[in-house]
């Protein structure tokens, strides 16, 4: 599955943006998908996944309560919501997707497919 993220931009702090992940190739629903955020210097980092039956969602504690990750299987498309952006939040974010089911999804290594990230600058 080839997967291109978009929706990403400069945003003041309490903004909201949301990130679009379009999938081609083969279905998202196949697919566990997640979302991951690199600040420059930093690791990347887990921010959210959502399962592949589409029930079962897992967030940071850093985002929980802010952000909100959700599939449109007839537009073949993931989404990240995310609201009461904070300074802390700016980072490239990158949609991934894994056909694997083990409980390892907040590690970047369960993912084999990845979109080119999408940059989201909060101001303060």
């Known amino acids: 599955v080839q997967l291109q993220a978009s929706g990403g931009g400069l945003v003041q702090a309490g903004g909201s943006l949301r990130l679009s992940c379009a999938a081609s190739g083969r279905a998202i629903s196949q697919y566990r998908v997640g979302w991951f955020r690199q600040a420059p210097g930093k690791e990347r980092e887990f921010v959210a996944a959502?399962?592949?039956?589409?029930?079962?969602?897992d967030y940071a504690d850093t985002v929980k309560g802010r952000f909100t990750i959700s599939r449109d299987n007839a537009k073949n498309t993931a989404y990240l919501q995310m609201n009461n952006l904070t300074p802390g939040d700016t980072a490239v974010y990158y949609c991934?997707?894994?056909?694997?089911?083990?409980?390892?999804?907040?590690?970047?290594?369960?993912?084999?497919?990845w979109g080119p990230g999408t940059q989201v600058t909060v101001s303060s």
């Open positions: 959502l399962s592949r039956t589409g029930d079962t969602t």
């Open positions: 991934a997707a894994s056909s694997l089911t083990n409980k390892y999804y907040r590690q970047a290594t369960h993912f084999r497919s």
